[in-house]
């Protein structure tokens, strides 16, 4: 079992920033891809970002150019460094990460409880 801690949440002005952390843990497991996705009121959930324990990264168009994802493999943590933000990347952000026990071959998801993004106009 992986359990994700999400934090760095919060307000902030149009145009401002905020960076958010996910800290997995757990028993011997091996994480293979950790991503970030939203949920705004009335939407479904949608991908923000993903990287794979190689770092290739994917970011919806929405957000390129303006949002980093980033990974410590050591740590077992995924950060997402947002800037520029806009009123419409308000949303309830979700840490989510493939991964297994370590060796076996299995790979299953697991969600962060997530964390309230709001960016005022």
């Known amino acids: 079992q992986v359990q994700l801690m999400e934090s760095g949440g919060g307000l902030v002005q149009a145009g401002g920033s905020l960076r958010l952390s996910c800290a997995a843990s757990g028993n011997s497991f091996s994480i293979a891809t950790m991503g970030w996705y939203r949920q705004a009121p009335g939407n479904q959930r949608e991908l923000v970002t993903t990287?794979?324990?190689?770092?290739?990264?994917n970011y919806a168009d929405s957000v390129k150019g303006r949002f980093t994802i980033s990974r410590d493999n050591a740590e077992n943590t995924v950060y997402l460094q947002m800037r520029n933000l806009k009123h419409e990347d308000t949303a309830v952000y979700y840490c989510k990460t493939i991964a297994g026990p370590t060796g076996s071959g299995y790979l299953y998801q697991y969600w962060g409880q997530g964390t309230q993004v709001t960016v005022s106009s």
């Open positions: 990287i794979t324990s190689d770092g290739t990264t």
